[in-house]
Protein backbone atom coordinates (compact mmCIF):
# COMPACT_ATOMS: atom_id res chain seq x y z
CA UNK A 1 0.00 0.00 0.00
CA UNK A 2 2.84 2.49 0.35
CA UNK A 3 4.11 2.07 -2.87
CA UNK A 4 0.36 3.16 -3.80
CA UNK A 5 0.74 6.74 -2.06
CA UNK A 6 4.63 7.14 -3.54
CA UNK A 7 3.98 9.13 -6.25
CA UNK A 8 1.54 11.35 -4.33
CA UNK A 9 4.15 11.94 -1.10
CA UNK A 10 6.85 12.42 -3.66
CA UNK A 11 4.72 14.79 -5.86
CA UNK A 12 7.00 18.24 -6.14
CA UNK A 13 3.52 20.31 -5.65
CA UNK A 14 2.62 18.60 -2.20
CA UNK A 15 4.74 18.31 0.84
CA UNK A 16 3.17 15.82 3.27
CA UNK A 17 3.82 13.92 6.23
CA UNK A 18 2.13 10.32 6.14
CA UNK A 19 1.87 8.17 9.23
CA UNK A 20 0.58 4.96 9.14
CA UNK A 21 -0.87 3.97 12.09
CA UNK A 22 -2.16 0.11 10.79
CA UNK A 23 -3.14 -1.00 7.31
CA UNK A 24 -6.67 0.22 7.56
CA UNK A 25 -6.20 3.43 8.93
CA UNK A 26 -4.33 6.23 7.26
CA UNK A 27 -3.50 9.85 8.99
CA UNK A 28 -2.32 12.69 7.65
CA UNK A 29 -0.71 15.53 9.07
CA UNK A 30 0.55 18.28 6.99
CA UNK A 31 2.61 20.86 7.61
CA UNK A 32 3.04 22.77 4.69
CA UNK A 33 -0.11 22.00 2.17
CA UNK A 34 -0.57 23.51 -1.62
CA UNK A 35 -1.76 21.40 -4.43
CA UNK A 36 -1.98 22.31 -8.05
CA UNK A 37 -4.18 21.33 -11.05
CA UNK A 38 -3.41 21.28 -14.65
CA UNK A 39 -7.00 20.08 -14.97
CA UNK A 40 -9.00 23.60 -14.72
CA UNK A 41 -12.34 21.47 -14.89
CA UNK A 42 -11.06 19.27 -11.98
CA UNK A 43 -9.62 21.50 -9.57
CA UNK A 44 -7.83 20.46 -6.59
CA UNK A 45 -8.95 22.88 -3.09
CA UNK A 46 -6.07 25.08 -1.51
CA UNK A 47 -6.04 25.47 1.66
CA UNK A 48 -4.46 28.27 3.86
CA UNK A 49 -0.76 28.50 4.48
CA UNK A 50 1.03 27.23 7.56
CA UNK A 51 3.98 28.39 8.97
CA UNK A 52 7.12 26.36 8.41
CA UNK A 53 7.34 25.78 11.89
CA UNK A 54 4.11 25.09 13.40
CA UNK A 55 2.65 24.67 16.57
CA UNK A 56 1.59 21.00 18.06
CA UNK A 57 -1.87 21.52 16.84
CA UNK A 58 -1.64 20.84 13.22
CA UNK A 59 -4.38 19.89 10.49
CA UNK A 60 -5.01 15.96 11.09
CA UNK A 61 -6.86 14.57 8.07
CA UNK A 62 -8.55 11.07 9.44
CA UNK A 63 -9.49 8.38 6.97
CA UNK A 64 -10.49 4.36 7.29
CA UNK A 65 -11.24 1.97 5.07
CA UNK A 66 -10.39 -1.55 4.26
CA UNK A 67 -8.02 -1.48 1.36
CA UNK A 68 -7.71 -5.53 0.97
CA UNK A 69 -10.31 -5.87 -2.25
CA UNK A 70 -7.85 -3.78 -4.10
CA UNK A 71 -6.21 -5.53 -6.66
CA UNK A 72 -4.02 -3.56 -8.35
CA UNK A 73 -2.54 0.32 -8.22
CA UNK A 74 -4.89 1.58 -10.51
CA UNK A 75 -7.45 0.49 -8.04
CA UNK A 76 -5.60 2.98 -4.98
CA UNK A 77 -7.88 5.94 -4.17
CA UNK A 78 -6.59 9.23 -5.41
CA UNK A 79 -5.44 12.14 -2.86
CA UNK A 80 -8.95 13.86 -4.24
CA UNK A 81 -10.38 11.21 -3.24
CA UNK A 82 -8.68 11.08 0.68
CA UNK A 83 -9.38 14.73 0.62
CA UNK A 84 -13.01 14.66 -0.48
CA UNK A 85 -13.55 12.31 2.68
CA UNK A 86 -11.80 13.77 4.87
CA UNK A 87 -12.57 16.09 8.15
CA UNK A 88 -10.13 19.14 9.49
CA UNK A 89 -9.49 19.36 13.07
CA UNK A 90 -7.77 22.07 13.45
CA UNK A 91 -10.11 24.86 15.07
CA UNK A 92 -7.41 27.95 14.74
CA UNK A 93 -6.46 27.43 11.58
CA UNK A 94 -7.43 30.74 10.01
CA UNK A 95 -5.12 32.20 12.48
CA UNK A 96 -2.50 31.23 10.23
CA UNK A 97 -3.77 32.85 6.76
CA UNK A 98 -1.58 35.57 5.32
CA UNK A 99 -3.31 38.90 4.99
CA UNK A 100 -4.40 40.18 1.58
CA UNK A 101 -1.70 43.11 1.67
CA UNK A 102 1.33 41.31 2.84
CA UNK A 103 1.46 39.13 -0.30
CA UNK A 104 4.42 40.25 -2.57
CA UNK A 105 4.01 40.91 -6.20
CA UNK A 106 4.67 38.15 -8.33
CA UNK A 107 7.02 39.84 -10.59
CA UNK A 108 7.47 42.50 -12.71
CA UNK A 109 7.18 42.31 -16.16
CA UNK A 110 9.15 43.39 -19.48
CA UNK A 111 7.72 43.32 -22.70
CA UNK A 112 8.55 43.46 -26.90
CA UNK A 113 6.53 42.67 -29.81
CA UNK A 114 7.16 42.21 -33.41
CA UNK A 115 4.93 41.86 -35.75
CA UNK A 116 1.64 43.05 -36.82
CA UNK A 117 -1.11 45.00 -35.08
CA UNK A 118 -2.61 42.25 -34.16
CA UNK A 119 0.68 40.95 -31.69
CA UNK A 120 0.40 45.09 -30.37
CA UNK A 121 -3.37 43.70 -29.25
CA UNK A 122 -2.49 40.01 -28.28
CA UNK A 123 0.29 41.41 -25.85
CA UNK A 124 -2.38 44.12 -24.80
CA UNK A 125 -4.24 40.70 -23.98
CA UNK A 126 -1.50 39.26 -22.26
CA UNK A 127 -0.52 41.82 -19.74
CA UNK A 128 -4.80 42.12 -18.59
CA UNK A 129 -4.67 38.28 -18.18
CA UNK A 130 -1.15 38.96 -16.07
CA UNK A 131 -2.61 41.91 -13.97
CA UNK A 132 -5.56 39.75 -13.00
CA UNK A 133 -3.10 36.62 -12.07
CA UNK A 134 -1.25 39.48 -9.58
CA UNK A 135 1.97 40.22 -12.40
CA UNK A 136 1.15 44.20 -12.01
CA UNK A 137 4.25 45.89 -12.62
CA UNK A 138 5.60 46.60 -15.88
CA UNK A 139 9.32 48.03 -16.27
CA UNK A 140 10.79 49.58 -19.20
CA UNK A 141 14.14 47.13 -19.74
CA UNK A 142 14.88 44.21 -19.80
CA UNK A 143 17.43 43.86 -16.84
CA UNK A 144 14.71 45.00 -14.40
CA UNK A 145 12.39 41.98 -15.09
CA UNK A 146 11.78 38.86 -13.36
CA UNK A 147 9.31 38.08 -16.47
CA UNK A 148 10.34 38.83 -20.12
CA UNK A 149 7.36 38.47 -22.76
CA UNK A 150 8.44 38.75 -26.09
CA UNK A 151 5.89 38.57 -28.72
CA UNK A 152 6.78 37.09 -32.29
CA UNK A 153 6.37 37.38 -36.08
CA UNK A 154 6.87 34.40 -38.46
CA UNK A 155 5.65 35.92 -41.39
CA UNK A 156 9.03 36.36 -43.07
CA UNK A 157 13.05 34.88 -42.03
CA UNK A 158 13.77 38.29 -41.26
CA UNK A 159 11.43 38.87 -38.32
CA UNK A 160 12.84 35.56 -36.92
CA UNK A 161 16.35 36.37 -37.07
CA UNK A 162 15.69 39.34 -34.95
CA UNK A 163 13.63 37.46 -32.18
CA UNK A 164 16.51 35.07 -31.91
CA UNK A 165 19.25 37.78 -31.63
CA UNK A 166 16.80 39.27 -28.65
CA UNK A 167 16.50 35.66 -27.24
CA UNK A 168 20.20 35.02 -27.07
CA UNK A 169 20.56 38.71 -24.87
CA UNK A 170 17.40 37.53 -22.55
CA UNK A 171 19.25 34.13 -22.13
CA UNK A 172 22.39 36.04 -20.84
CA UNK A 173 20.59 37.75 -18.94
CA UNK A 174 19.14 34.51 -16.88
CA UNK A 175 22.71 32.66 -17.44
CA UNK A 176 24.88 35.50 -16.34
CA UNK A 177 22.09 36.75 -13.71
CA UNK A 178 24.87 36.96 -10.15
CA UNK A 179 27.26 38.63 -12.37
CA UNK A 180 25.17 41.18 -13.23
CA UNK A 181 23.17 41.59 -10.06
CA UNK A 182 26.67 42.16 -8.40
CA UNK A 183 27.69 44.47 -10.81
CA UNK A 184 24.62 46.18 -10.65
CA UNK A 185 23.46 45.54 -14.34
CA UNK A 186 21.12 43.65 -13.43
CA UNK A 187 18.03 44.44 -10.75
CA UNK A 188 15.91 41.64 -10.87
CA UNK A 189 15.42 39.71 -7.80
CA UNK A 190 16.30 36.34 -9.49
CA UNK A 191 17.10 35.04 -13.00
CA UNK A 192 14.45 36.26 -15.06
CA UNK A 193 11.62 34.03 -16.74
CA UNK A 194 11.57 34.00 -20.62
CA UNK A 195 8.97 33.75 -22.39
CA UNK A 196 7.78 33.07 -26.29
CA UNK A 197 4.76 34.32 -27.48
CA UNK A 198 2.82 34.39 -30.91
CA UNK A 199 3.07 32.84 -33.90
CA UNK A 200 6.86 31.99 -34.20
CA UNK A 201 5.76 30.17 -30.66
CA UNK A 202 3.65 28.07 -32.45
CA UNK A 203 5.91 27.44 -35.32
CA UNK A 204 9.03 26.28 -33.80
CA UNK A 205 8.16 25.38 -30.37
CA UNK A 206 10.33 22.68 -30.08
CA UNK A 207 13.15 24.13 -31.38
CA UNK A 208 12.64 26.91 -29.01
CA UNK A 209 12.67 25.05 -25.80
CA UNK A 210 15.45 23.00 -26.90
CA UNK A 211 17.54 26.04 -27.54
CA UNK A 212 20.02 25.03 -24.39
CA UNK A 213 17.61 26.36 -21.74
CA UNK A 214 17.07 29.76 -23.34
CA UNK A 215 13.62 29.71 -22.62
CA UNK A 216 11.59 29.05 -19.97
CA UNK A 217 7.67 29.50 -21.58
CA UNK A 218 6.30 29.03 -24.97
CA UNK A 219 2.65 29.80 -25.36
CA UNK A 220 0.51 30.54 -28.53
CA UNK A 221 -1.90 32.72 -29.37
CA UNK A 222 -4.69 30.97 -28.15
CA UNK A 223 -3.57 30.09 -25.10
CA UNK A 224 -2.62 33.72 -22.94
CA UNK A 225 -5.62 32.60 -20.84
CA UNK A 226 -2.63 30.20 -19.59
CA UNK A 227 0.33 31.66 -19.19
CA UNK A 228 0.28 32.12 -14.94
CA UNK A 229 -0.08 28.17 -15.25
CA UNK A 230 2.66 27.68 -17.21
CA UNK A 231 4.73 30.57 -15.17
CA UNK A 232 4.17 28.41 -12.04
CA UNK A 233 5.42 24.83 -13.74
CA UNK A 234 8.78 26.74 -14.62
CA UNK A 235 8.80 27.10 -10.56
CA UNK A 236 9.12 23.84 -10.43
CA UNK A 237 11.38 22.37 -12.24
CA UNK A 238 9.17 22.43 -15.98
CA UNK A 239 8.81 23.98 -19.00
CA UNK A 240 5.72 25.88 -19.64
CA UNK A 241 4.40 24.80 -23.30
CA UNK A 242 0.80 25.35 -24.50
CA UNK A 243 0.70 26.06 -28.05
CA UNK A 244 -2.83 24.90 -28.73
CA UNK A 245 -5.02 26.25 -31.29
CA UNK A 246 -9.03 26.62 -30.42
CA UNK A 247 -12.06 27.07 -33.01
CA UNK A 248 -13.22 29.40 -30.23
CA UNK A 249 -11.17 31.98 -28.37
CA UNK A 250 -11.81 35.37 -29.09
CA UNK A 251 -10.87 36.82 -25.61
CA UNK A 252 -14.13 38.50 -26.17
CA UNK A 253 -14.77 38.83 -22.13
CA UNK A 254 -10.81 40.01 -21.82
CA UNK A 255 -10.63 43.96 -20.99
CA UNK A 256 -7.31 44.81 -22.83
CA UNK A 257 -4.29 46.72 -20.95
CA UNK A 258 -3.00 49.61 -23.21
CA UNK A 259 -0.02 49.81 -24.05
CA UNK A 260 0.38 53.41 -24.68
CA UNK A 261 -1.94 54.77 -21.82
CA UNK A 262 -2.50 58.29 -23.12
CA UNK A 263 -2.49 57.61 -26.85
CA UNK A 264 -5.64 59.08 -28.87
CA UNK A 265 -6.04 55.83 -31.04
CA UNK A 266 -6.31 52.22 -30.24
CA UNK A 267 -6.31 48.49 -31.71
CA UNK A 268 -9.55 46.69 -31.15
CA UNK A 269 -9.58 42.79 -32.38
CA UNK A 270 -13.04 42.09 -33.88
CA UNK A 271 -11.91 38.46 -35.59
CA UNK A 272 -9.19 35.98 -35.32
CA UNK A 273 -7.38 33.60 -37.63
CA UNK A 274 -7.49 33.11 -41.23
CA UNK A 275 -9.55 30.54 -43.87
CA UNK A 276 -7.86 31.69 -46.73
CA UNK A 277 -4.95 29.32 -47.48
CA UNK A 278 -3.04 31.34 -49.11
CA UNK A 279 -0.35 28.81 -50.74
CA UNK A 280 2.31 31.34 -49.10
CA UNK A 281 1.33 32.34 -45.44
CA UNK A 282 1.62 30.72 -42.24
CA UNK A 283 -0.77 32.12 -40.50
CA UNK A 284 -3.86 29.88 -40.93
CA UNK A 285 -0.91 27.69 -39.28
CA UNK A 286 -0.40 30.02 -36.32
CA UNK A 287 -3.75 31.53 -35.80
CA UNK A 288 -5.91 28.61 -36.90
CA UNK A 289 -9.61 29.08 -38.29
CA UNK A 290 -11.38 32.09 -38.53
CA UNK A 291 -13.73 33.20 -35.76
CA UNK A 292 -15.31 36.56 -34.69
CA UNK A 293 -15.89 38.07 -31.24
CA UNK A 294 -19.79 39.16 -30.66
CA UNK A 295 -20.81 42.53 -31.44
CA UNK A 296 -22.09 43.69 -28.24
CA UNK A 297 -18.84 42.77 -26.63
CA UNK A 298 -16.94 44.88 -29.58
CA UNK A 299 -19.12 47.82 -28.63
CA UNK A 300 -18.80 47.61 -25.03
CA UNK A 301 -14.92 47.67 -25.10
CA UNK A 302 -15.20 50.93 -27.86
CA UNK A 303 -17.70 52.44 -25.19
CA UNK A 304 -14.65 51.94 -22.76
CA UNK A 305 -12.28 53.43 -24.96
CA UNK A 306 -14.48 56.55 -26.22
CA UNK A 307 -14.86 57.41 -22.85
CA UNK A 308 -10.80 57.31 -21.98
CA UNK A 309 -10.46 60.15 -24.84
CA UNK A 310 -9.56 57.88 -27.31
CA UNK A 311 -10.43 60.08 -31.06
CA UNK A 312 -9.68 56.56 -33.33
CA UNK A 313 -9.94 53.13 -33.40
CA UNK A 314 -8.37 50.58 -35.87
CA UNK A 315 -10.58 47.12 -36.17
CA UNK A 316 -7.97 44.65 -36.43
CA UNK A 317 -8.24 40.88 -37.86
CA UNK A 318 -6.10 38.76 -39.92
CA UNK A 319 -8.79 38.93 -42.22
CA UNK A 320 -11.18 41.42 -40.95
CA UNK A 321 -14.15 42.18 -43.58
CA UNK A 322 -14.65 38.38 -43.52
CA UNK A 323 -15.93 39.13 -39.47
CA UNK A 324 -19.03 37.04 -39.11
CA UNK A 325 -20.46 37.43 -35.78
CA UNK A 326 -22.57 33.97 -35.38
CA UNK A 327 -22.99 34.16 -31.86
CA UNK A 328 -27.11 34.15 -32.50
CA UNK A 329 -27.09 31.73 -35.17
CA UNK A 330 -28.52 28.38 -34.79
CA UNK A 331 -29.37 27.13 -37.97
CA UNK A 332 -26.01 26.39 -40.77
CA UNK A 333 -27.37 26.80 -44.71
CA UNK A 334 -26.12 25.52 -47.95
CA UNK A 335 -22.54 26.34 -48.26
CA UNK A 336 -21.58 29.60 -50.05
CA UNK A 337 -25.55 30.06 -50.88
CA UNK A 338 -25.70 34.04 -49.14
CA UNK A 339 -22.15 34.79 -48.54
CA UNK A 340 -21.60 37.18 -51.40
CA UNK A 341 -17.92 37.90 -52.46
CA UNK A 342 -16.85 40.91 -54.68
CA UNK A 343 -17.72 39.94 -58.51
CA UNK A 344 -15.15 37.96 -59.66
CA UNK A 345 -14.01 36.38 -56.30
CA UNK A 346 -13.56 32.94 -55.18
CA UNK A 347 -12.23 31.18 -51.64
CA UNK A 348 -11.49 27.24 -50.92
CA UNK A 349 -13.17 27.81 -47.71
CA UNK A 350 -17.10 27.92 -47.28
CA UNK A 351 -19.31 29.46 -45.08
CA UNK A 352 -21.25 27.41 -43.20
CA UNK A 353 -23.18 29.99 -40.83
CA UNK A 354 -23.99 33.61 -41.81
CA UNK A 355 -24.31 35.87 -38.79
CA UNK A 356 -23.67 40.08 -38.93
CA UNK A 357 -21.35 40.58 -41.05
CA UNK A 358 -18.23 43.35 -41.41
CA UNK A 359 -20.56 45.97 -42.92
CA UNK A 360 -23.24 45.15 -39.72
CA UNK A 361 -20.44 46.01 -37.08
CA UNK A 362 -18.99 49.36 -39.16
CA UNK A 363 -22.42 50.43 -39.14
CA UNK A 364 -23.35 50.00 -35.18
CA UNK A 365 -19.93 51.24 -34.31
CA UNK A 366 -20.02 54.42 -36.74
CA UNK A 367 -23.55 55.17 -35.91
CA UNK A 368 -23.15 55.09 -31.91
CA UNK A 369 -19.75 56.93 -32.16
CA UNK A 370 -20.24 59.68 -34.33
CA UNK A 371 -17.16 61.78 -33.42
CA UNK A 372 -15.02 58.99 -33.24
CA UNK A 373 -13.04 57.76 -36.80
CA UNK A 374 -12.82 54.05 -37.68
CA UNK A 375 -10.69 52.48 -39.72
CA UNK A 376 -9.81 48.35 -40.48
CA UNK A 377 -6.83 46.38 -41.37
CA UNK A 378 -6.30 44.26 -43.24
CA UNK A 379 -8.83 43.21 -45.23
CA UNK A 380 -8.97 40.39 -48.34
CA UNK A 381 -10.16 42.00 -51.59
CA UNK A 382 -13.12 39.01 -51.97
CA UNK A 383 -14.78 40.58 -49.04
CA UNK A 384 -16.17 44.06 -49.88
CA UNK A 385 -19.19 43.57 -51.08
CA UNK A 386 -21.58 46.76 -52.33
CA UNK A 387 -23.17 46.94 -48.55
CA UNK A 388 -19.90 47.98 -47.14
CA UNK A 389 -18.42 50.10 -49.86
CA UNK A 390 -22.02 52.09 -49.56
CA UNK A 391 -21.47 52.35 -46.08
CA UNK A 392 -18.21 53.95 -46.71
CA UNK A 393 -19.75 56.22 -48.61
CA UNK A 394 -22.05 57.82 -46.09
CA UNK A 395 -20.73 57.38 -42.85
CA UNK A 396 -18.35 60.43 -42.62
CA UNK A 397 -16.24 58.73 -39.29
CA UNK A 398 -15.25 55.67 -41.83
CA UNK A 399 -11.67 56.52 -42.95
CA UNK A 400 -11.99 56.97 -46.81
CA UNK A 401 -8.88 54.64 -46.38
CA UNK A 402 -8.99 50.74 -47.97
CA UNK A 403 -5.87 48.23 -47.64
CA UNK A 404 -6.32 45.83 -51.01
CA UNK A 405 -3.34 43.62 -51.06
CA UNK A 406 -2.88 42.85 -54.76
CA UNK A 407 0.38 40.52 -53.54
CA UNK A 408 1.31 40.34 -57.24
CA UNK A 409 0.03 41.78 -60.87
CA UNK A 410 0.32 38.21 -62.69
CA UNK A 411 -2.75 36.19 -62.85
CA UNK A 412 -0.67 33.32 -63.03
CA UNK A 413 1.33 34.37 -59.82
CA UNK A 414 -1.85 34.86 -58.50
CA UNK A 415 -3.29 31.58 -59.12
CA UNK A 416 0.00 29.73 -57.74
CA UNK A 417 -0.38 31.85 -54.19
CA UNK A 418 -4.24 30.77 -54.08
CA UNK A 419 -5.69 33.67 -54.18
CA UNK A 420 -9.22 33.57 -55.73
CA UNK A 421 -8.97 36.04 -58.32
CA UNK A 422 -7.04 37.30 -61.13
CA UNK A 423 -5.55 40.59 -62.55
CA UNK A 424 -8.68 41.85 -64.39
CA UNK A 425 -10.97 41.14 -61.41
CA UNK A 426 -8.64 43.00 -59.25
CA UNK A 427 -8.74 45.98 -61.48
CA UNK A 428 -12.55 46.24 -61.96
CA UNK A 429 -12.93 45.92 -58.38
CA UNK A 430 -10.23 48.98 -57.75
CA UNK A 431 -12.62 50.56 -60.23
CA UNK A 432 -16.03 49.81 -58.46
CA UNK A 433 -14.46 51.10 -55.31
CA UNK A 434 -13.23 54.50 -56.11
CA UNK A 435 -16.64 55.30 -58.44
CA UNK A 436 -18.61 54.29 -55.34
CA UNK A 437 -16.36 56.01 -52.55
CA UNK A 438 -15.20 59.02 -53.98
CA UNK A 439 -11.95 60.57 -52.84
CA UNK A 440 -11.02 57.36 -51.31
CA UNK A 441 -7.33 56.10 -51.31
CA UNK A 442 -5.74 52.39 -51.90
CA UNK A 443 -2.90 50.86 -50.17
CA UNK A 444 -1.61 46.68 -50.41
CA UNK A 445 1.02 44.24 -49.89
CA UNK A 446 3.30 43.13 -52.66
CA UNK A 447 5.60 40.02 -52.55
CA UNK A 448 8.52 39.57 -55.32
CA UNK A 449 9.99 37.13 -56.67
CA UNK A 450 7.19 34.67 -55.42
CA UNK A 451 8.00 30.77 -56.58
CA UNK A 452 8.10 30.60 -60.60
CA UNK A 453 7.77 34.44 -60.81
CA UNK A 454 9.53 35.44 -64.65
CA UNK A 455 10.32 38.87 -65.67
CA UNK A 456 6.97 39.20 -67.46
CA UNK A 457 5.12 38.27 -64.46
CA UNK A 458 7.15 41.11 -61.97
CA UNK A 459 6.71 43.46 -65.04
CA UNK A 460 3.10 42.94 -64.77
CA UNK A 461 3.54 43.44 -61.10
CA UNK A 462 4.89 47.20 -61.81
CA UNK A 463 2.24 47.93 -64.72
CA UNK A 464 -0.50 47.10 -62.21
CA UNK A 465 1.17 49.66 -59.51
CA UNK A 466 1.07 51.99 -61.99
CA UNK A 467 -2.22 51.70 -63.30
CA UNK A 468 -3.66 51.85 -59.28
CA UNK A 469 -1.81 54.50 -57.79
CA UNK A 470 -1.60 53.68 -54.58
CA UNK A 471 -1.34 55.98 -51.66
CA UNK A 472 1.27 53.30 -49.48
CA UNK A 473 2.19 49.82 -49.91
CA UNK A 474 4.16 47.31 -48.01
CA UNK A 475 6.87 45.66 -50.11
CA UNK A 476 8.76 42.08 -49.62
CA UNK A 477 10.82 39.73 -50.94
CA UNK A 478 9.72 36.45 -51.05
CA UNK A 479 9.96 34.43 -47.76
CA UNK A 480 9.30 30.56 -48.10
CA UNK A 481 7.94 29.21 -44.52
CA UNK A 482 7.48 25.89 -43.39
CA UNK A 483 4.25 24.03 -43.18
CA UNK A 484 3.01 26.70 -46.25
CA UNK A 485 1.15 24.95 -49.14
CA UNK A 486 4.36 26.98 -51.13
CA UNK A 487 6.79 24.99 -48.79
CA UNK A 488 4.91 21.35 -49.69
CA UNK A 489 4.32 21.71 -53.62
CA UNK A 490 6.45 24.40 -54.92
CA UNK A 491 10.26 25.24 -55.05
CA UNK A 492 11.40 28.40 -54.08
CA UNK A 493 13.27 28.75 -57.34
CA UNK A 494 14.32 32.71 -57.71
CA UNK A 495 17.40 33.56 -56.83
CA UNK A 496 17.85 35.68 -53.89
CA UNK A 497 19.88 38.73 -55.71
CA UNK A 498 17.17 38.72 -58.21
CA UNK A 499 14.16 38.76 -55.70
CA UNK A 500 16.47 41.92 -54.17
CA UNK A 501 16.26 43.74 -57.70
CA UNK A 502 12.90 43.28 -58.29
CA UNK A 503 11.87 44.62 -55.33
CA UNK A 504 14.05 47.61 -55.33
CA UNK A 505 12.23 48.65 -58.60
CA UNK A 506 8.53 47.65 -57.22
CA UNK A 507 9.52 50.65 -54.75
CA UNK A 508 11.09 53.06 -56.98
CA UNK A 509 8.08 52.36 -59.10
CA UNK A 510 5.48 52.63 -56.48
CA UNK A 511 7.37 56.25 -55.18
CA UNK A 512 7.05 57.45 -58.40
CA UNK A 513 3.25 56.66 -58.39
CA UNK A 514 2.46 57.75 -54.59
CA UNK A 515 4.04 61.08 -55.20
CA UNK A 516 0.89 61.90 -57.66
CA UNK A 517 -1.45 60.79 -55.14
CA UNK A 518 0.17 63.58 -52.37
CA UNK A 519 0.28 66.31 -55.15
CA UNK A 520 -3.28 65.63 -55.82
CA UNK A 521 -4.13 66.94 -52.15
CA UNK A 522 -2.50 70.51 -52.99
CA UNK A 523 -5.39 73.38 -52.48
CA UNK A 524 -7.50 70.81 -50.19
CA UNK A 525 -8.58 71.03 -47.00
CA UNK A 526 -8.27 68.21 -44.57
CA UNK A 527 -9.24 67.15 -41.19
CA UNK A 528 -6.47 66.01 -39.36
CA UNK A 529 -6.30 64.22 -36.10
CA UNK A 530 -3.16 65.78 -33.80
CA UNK A 531 -1.14 62.77 -32.89
CA UNK A 532 2.17 64.79 -31.24
CA UNK A 533 4.26 67.21 -32.12
CA UNK A 534 6.91 66.77 -35.13
CA UNK A 535 9.62 64.85 -34.19
CA UNK A 536 12.24 67.05 -36.31
CA UNK A 537 10.80 70.45 -35.15
CA UNK A 538 8.93 69.35 -30.95
CA UNK A 539 8.64 73.06 -30.30
CA UNK A 540 7.43 74.41 -33.11
CA UNK A 541 5.18 72.08 -34.97
CA UNK A 542 2.38 69.51 -34.78
CA UNK A 543 1.78 66.29 -37.06
CA UNK A 544 -1.08 64.50 -37.73
CA UNK A 545 -3.12 62.15 -39.61
CA UNK A 546 -5.93 62.87 -42.72
CA UNK A 547 -8.66 61.07 -43.35
CA UNK A 548 -6.67 59.26 -45.69
CA UNK A 549 -3.95 57.72 -43.24
CA UNK A 550 -1.96 60.88 -44.74
CA UNK A 551 0.77 62.33 -42.20
CA UNK A 552 0.33 65.79 -42.25
CA UNK A 553 2.68 68.51 -40.57
CA UNK A 554 1.92 72.21 -39.43
CA UNK A 555 3.08 75.04 -37.74
CA UNK A 556 1.72 75.01 -34.00
CA UNK A 557 -0.14 78.61 -33.20
CA UNK A 558 -3.19 79.70 -31.69
CA UNK A 559 -6.09 79.53 -33.86
CA UNK A 560 -9.96 79.55 -33.77
CA UNK A 561 -12.09 77.06 -32.39
CA UNK A 562 -15.64 76.43 -34.12
CA UNK A 563 -16.80 75.36 -30.82
CA UNK A 564 -16.36 79.27 -29.15
CA UNK A 565 -15.80 81.59 -31.52
CA UNK A 566 -14.64 83.94 -29.42
CA UNK A 567 -11.63 81.72 -28.65
CA UNK A 568 -8.20 81.04 -30.12
CA UNK A 569 -5.92 78.38 -28.60
CA UNK A 570 -3.38 75.94 -29.37
CA UNK A 571 -3.92 72.60 -30.83
CA UNK A 572 -3.40 69.66 -28.49
CA UNK A 573 -3.12 66.24 -28.86
CA UNK A 574 -6.78 64.66 -29.84
CA UNK A 575 -8.17 68.05 -31.40
CA UNK A 576 -9.49 67.19 -34.82
CA UNK A 577 -7.79 70.42 -37.52
CA UNK A 578 -8.66 71.76 -40.33
CA UNK A 579 -5.29 72.43 -42.27
CA UNK A 580 -5.08 73.52 -45.85
CA UNK A 581 -2.20 72.08 -47.75
CA UNK A 582 0.16 73.49 -49.57
CA UNK A 583 2.38 71.21 -50.77
CA UNK A 584 3.81 67.65 -50.20
CA UNK A 585 5.86 65.20 -50.35
CA UNK A 586 6.46 61.24 -51.41
CA UNK A 587 5.49 60.44 -47.61
CA UNK A 588 4.10 63.69 -45.98
CA UNK A 589 1.57 66.77 -46.37
CA UNK A 590 2.36 70.09 -45.46
CA UNK A 591 0.10 73.01 -44.75
CA UNK A 592 -1.56 76.04 -42.51
CA UNK A 593 -4.05 75.44 -39.75
CA UNK A 594 -7.06 76.94 -39.97
CA UNK A 595 -9.73 76.28 -36.78
CA UNK A 596 -10.18 73.58 -34.46
CA UNK A 597 -13.15 71.74 -34.79
CA UNK A 598 -15.60 68.57 -33.97
CA UNK A 599 -15.57 65.48 -36.88
CA UNK A 600 -19.35 65.83 -36.89
CA UNK A 601 -19.35 69.49 -37.10
CA UNK A 602 -16.18 69.81 -40.15
CA UNK A 603 -18.46 67.38 -42.75
CA UNK A 604 -21.56 69.05 -42.21
CA UNK A 605 -20.18 72.42 -43.00
CA UNK A 606 -18.77 70.61 -46.20
CA UNK A 607 -22.50 69.13 -47.13
CA UNK A 608 -23.34 72.93 -46.61
CA UNK A 609 -21.12 73.89 -49.12
CA UNK A 610 -21.22 71.09 -51.54
CA UNK A 611 -25.47 72.15 -51.36
CA UNK A 612 -24.71 76.05 -51.88
Not at 89 to 106: D, F, G, I, W, Y
Request: include cysteine.
Amino acid sequence: MASSFSSIINHPHTALRLKLHRPSSLHFRIFTFNFHSNHKHKPIPSFPYLHPNPPLRPFTFNYSTNFSHLSNKSDAPTLPHFIAQSTITASESQSHLVPEAEVPAKGRIFHETYGCQMNVNDMEIVLSVMKNAGYSEVVSVPENAEIIFINTCAIRENAEQKVWQRLNYFWFLKREWKTNAATGRSQSMHPPKVVVLGCMAERLKEKILDADKMVDVVCGPDAYRDLPRLLEEVDYGQKGINTLLSLEETYADINPVRISKNSISAFVSVMRGCNNMCSFCIVPFTRGRERSRPVESIVREVAELCKEGVKEVTLLGQNVNSYNDTSGVEKEFEPGSNWKFSEGFSSISKVKKMGLRFSDLLDRLSSEFPEMRFRFTSPHPKDFPDELLYLMRERNNVCNLIHLPAQTGSSTVLERMRRGYTREAYLDLVQKIRRTVPDVALSSDFICGFCGETEEDHADTLSLVKAVGYDMAYMFAYSMREKTHAHRNYVDDVPEEIKQRRLTELIETFRDSTGKCYDTQIGTIQLVLVEGPNRRAPDTELMGKSDKGHRVLFVNQPIPDREDVNTKRNPVVGDYVEVRISRSTRASLFGEALAITKLSSFYSNLDKEAVA
